[in-house]
């Protein structure tokens, strides 16, 4: 069955770094575009970042372009993401997602989603 798994993700103070990670199984990874999105308490999912199946196309949201790098390793399965000078506004639950379609906008188009993994940012 499909699997998306986040990993990598918890506590750090503004300015702080992480590196999320998701690996997949189950379907045919690099065929398939990913993104990451993230849900803060009482907000919709919003998108953060996606990345084509050959890793040459990527888009990123503004408030977290310039911080946030997004990155696949197609032998190893697996998406990142690399967040860079977090912020508290940062903080949400953040999931990975995949899809044969490369350019979705919208949250109900993605095929499959991760459970999701809580990244908190402290002033």
């Known amino acids: 069955q499909v699997q998306l798994v986040e990993s990598g993700g918890g506590s750090v103070q503004a300015g702080g770094s992480l590196r999320l990670s998701c690996a997949a199984s189950g379907f045919s990874f690099s065929t398939y575009a990913l993104g990451w999105y993230r849900q803060a308490p009482g907000r919709e999912r919003e998108f953060v970042a996606r990345?084509?199946?050959?890793?040459?196309?990527?888009y990123y949201d503004d408030s977290v372009k310039g911080r946030f790098t997004i990155s696949r390793d197609n032998a190893k399965n697996t998406v990142y993401l690399q967040m860079n000078s977090l912020k508290p506004e940062d903080t949400a639950v953040y999931y990975c997602?995949?899809?044969?379609?490369?350019?979705?906008?919208?949250?109900?188009?993605?095929?499959?989603w991760g459970q999701g993994i809580q990244v908190t940012v402290s002033s």
């Open positions: 990345i084509s199946r050959n890793g040459v196309l990527i």
């Open positions: 997602a995949a899809d044969p379609v490369y350019g979705l906008d919208y949250v109900e188009e993605w095929d499959y």
